[in-house]
């Protein structure tokens, strides 16, 4: 079945420890997203590709980037994690351009210590 | 940025009662989507639904864009629709902005 991977599902790192999440899709979308969502919030938007054309959101911290080497893969960096990061990150996909139904992966909770 | 405000922000169910979830959103949208959140955290679509309504098995939703809410009904509720539904609209930016989830208990 085509769908979003995410890897790994949990994943614990130590305070100001560089950390990377993965995300692969076999949908052959061409968007891929990150979100963050922390305990009893709503997802919240960190950045996405259209393509190769990646999308900040302005509010974004600069401590959190991304790769997108094809269109399979997109990757999470967070160069120097705070206790503060600790949250499920979740990757999605859509087809194509504004207005596309998004998919998303099962996430990977992430553990500050 | 867009507002969307959903409501009611938590609900207990008796197993086999209906409920209606609404979700009001300030702005047009081009897309407007039902996911519900499972325990273990995974955003699961229920509805793709920018207008009109749709019907999935005991689950519909109906939207009316030109006054800006939307409703989703569970009917015949059973433990397993227990979780957090979140409306989450995109106004062309391809991204989603999220309403704050309507907490469903549904008890046996």
């Known amino acids: 079945d085509a769908m979003v991977i995410q890897n790994p599902r949990y994943q614990v790192t130590q305070f100001g420890k560089p950390v990377t999440l993965s995300c692969s899709q076999t949908?052959?979308?061409?968007?891929m997203y990150w979100y963050q969502q922390k305990s009893s919030q709503a997802p919240k938007l960190l950045f996405h590709y259209y393509d190769k054309d990646f999308n900040n959101e302005a509010d974004t911290p600069d401590n959190f980037q991304s790769r997108r080497p094809n269109t399979s893969f997109c990757f999470l960096d967070i160069r120097s994690p705070g206790l503060g990061d600790a949250a499920m990150y979740l990757c999605?996909?859509?087809?194509?351009?504004?207005?596309?139904?998004?998919?998303f992966g099962p996430g990977t909770r992430l553990t500050v210590t | 940025g867009i507002q969307v405000e959903q409501s009611p922000p938590d609900l207990i169910l008796q197993e086999g009662a209906n409920s209606t979830l609404r979700c009001n959103f300030s702005d047009s949208v081009n897309n407007l989507q039902w996911f519900h959140q499972n325990p273990w955290g995974q955003l699961i679509n229920l509805f793709y639904i920018p207008s009109g309504t749709k019907q999935n098995g005991r689950l519909s939703a109906t939207t009316v864009a030109t006054e800006r809410y939307s409703l989703l009904y569970i009917s015949s509720s059973q433990t397993t629709d227990s979780g957090v539904y979140f409306c989450a609209v995109d106004t062309g930016r391809r991204a989603l902005t999220f309403g704050s989830g309507t907490r469903l208990q549904v008890q046996p």
């Open positions: 949908l052959n979308h061409n968007v």
């Open positions: 999605a996909t859509s087809r194509d351009a504004a207005g596309g139904e998004q998919y």
